[in-house]
C-alpha cells in the first residue's frame, strides 16, 4: 500500500514509464544499504517523498499506481545507482547539484551520482 500511494501522490498523470520509473527509485532504495529495508520506511522518512493528496485521483489513476506497485514489489531488478528524481518545475534542491541526471521521463528527472 505505501508504493502504491507513493507512486499516486508523486506520478499520477504521468506517463505509465515515469510511474515505473518513481516506483523504482523507492525499491532501489529498498535495496540500498543507505536506506531502510521496507518500503514503508523508505516512503515514510522525512521530507523525501509526497505525503498529502492535494487533489483526488480518478479510478483509472488509482487502479494504475496500484498495478505498477505491485508489478515493481514483486517483478522489479534493482538499479541500485538511480536512487533521486525531482521535478524541476516544482523544486530546486540543493542536493541535486551533487547527482548526475540519468534520464527524464514526464515531469521528473531521475539523477545518479557522481562518480
Request: charged residues 20%; aromatic residues 12%.
Amino acid at each position: 500500500m505505501c508504493l502504491a500511494l507513493t507512486i499516486f501522490l508523486e506520478a499520477r498523470g504521468e506517463p505509465i514509464n515515469g510511474q515505473y520509473q518513481v516506483g523504482a527509485v523507492i525499491m532501489n532504495r529498498v535495496h540500498s544499504e543507505e536506506y531502510p529495508d521496507s518500503v514503508c520506511e523508505v516512503v515514510g522518512q522525512p521530507n523525501q517523498f509526497a505525503t498529502e493528496i492535494k487533489a483526488k485521483g480518478t479510478p483509472e489513476e488509482i487502479a494504475t499506481a496500484a498495478f505498477v506497485a505491485v508489478d515493481l514489489y514483486y517483478n522489479y531488478i534493482p538499479n541500485a545507482e538511480v536512487l533521486w528524481f525531482y521535478d524541476p518545475d516544482e523544486a530546486n534542491p540543493d542536493w541535486a547539484r551533487h547527482m548526475i541526471p540519468a534520464f527524464e521521463v514526464g515531469n521528473h528527472l531521475f539523477l545518479r551520482r557522481k562518480e
